[in-house]
């Protein structure tokens, strides 16, 4: 099991002699340590129940506000970092910490995965070995970004996703030294990475599959004057890819 200094945010992984014999009971458990975790032990401690809570995360920190992670987390000058961002201060409510977590009995187990549901018998299993039993499950594992394929270099240095909080603090690193940025993607987060690396100088390029960004959202109108459509050498899509060159800042 991990637990996470609450001024860092940081994990202490104390799971190698002790988790293969772990077994916890637990009324509620959540998989998943992220938004949505974050929200629902906020509800479950205001109906005074947060020790039947049992959080399992696989990431190395609390539940924080992810949207952070492509905007005031990129900022070149004070960008936001954990535990600033933790939920839910999104959604006005308290700054839920690990003195937080621990005030309201709730248990949060950071750096540990899931592995298996053995759903008849109200059973999980982690990748540290522990066994949780529980009366009532909470899946709110999310989603994980689209990778670029390996074979088309998705797997290069330099190329950076942007879904949890060690992913941005890679690209936050890389960011420092770099000398120019492409965006792959034109939907929010594609768009707000840009405007953070035009912010640092890199006059990023924006490629996206569609005629214009922000495809799928009621924002597609105003955004597409900034749109023109470029041939890109990318192997797949028979559409043409569109290019935005120098992307604003006030993108
Ligand atoms: C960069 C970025 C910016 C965003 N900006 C906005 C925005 O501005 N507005 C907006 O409304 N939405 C935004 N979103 C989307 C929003 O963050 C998600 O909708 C929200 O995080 C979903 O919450 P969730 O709890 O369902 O999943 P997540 O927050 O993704 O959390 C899922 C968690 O489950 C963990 N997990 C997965 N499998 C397991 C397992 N087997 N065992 C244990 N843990 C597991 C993952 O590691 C993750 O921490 C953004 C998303 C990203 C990535």
């Given at each position: 099991?991990?637990?996470?200094s609450a001024s860092t945010g940081e ?71 954990l535990p ?13 910490t690990q ?153």
């Open positions: 099991m991990a637990t996470t994990s202490t992984d104390t799971t190698a002699e002790t988790t293969s014999t772990t077994s916890l009971a637990k009324k509620i458990v959540v998989v998943g340590g992220g938004n949505s975790a974050g929200y629902f032990a906020r509800a479950v401690v205001a109906a005074g129940r947060g020790a039947d809570l049992c959080i399992v995360a696989g990431e190395n920190v609390l539940p924080y506000e992810r949207p952070a992670l492509s905007k005031a987390f990129l900022h070149k000058e004070s960008p936001a970092r600033g961002f933790h939920t839910s201060v999104g959604g006005g409510g308290e700054r839920q003195e937080w977590y621990d005030a309201n009995g709730v248990e949060v187990m950071l750096s540990t995965r899931v592995t298996a549901a053995d759903l008849a018998n109200k059973t999980l299993t982690t990748d540290t070995g522990a066994h949780i039993t529980y009366d009532k499950l909470v899946v709110a594992t999310g989603c994980s970004a689209l990778k670029l394929p390996a074979a088309m270099g998705g797997a290069l240095p330099g190329v950076h996703y942007v879904r949890d909080n060690a992913d941005a603090l890679a690209l936050y690193d890389a960011m420092g030294s770099a000398k120019k940025a492409v965006v792959i993607g034109g939907g929010y987060i594609g768009l707000e990475c840009a405007a953070s690396l035009a912010t640092w100088g890199l006059n990023p390029n924006v490629v996206l599959m569609e005629p214009h960004t922000m495809v799928g959202s009621g924002r597609e109108t105003r955004m597409r004057h900034r749109a023109y459509t470029a041939w890109a050498r990318y192997e797949a899509p028979a559409a043409p890819l569109t290019q935005l060159n120098h992307l604003p800042p006030a993108c």
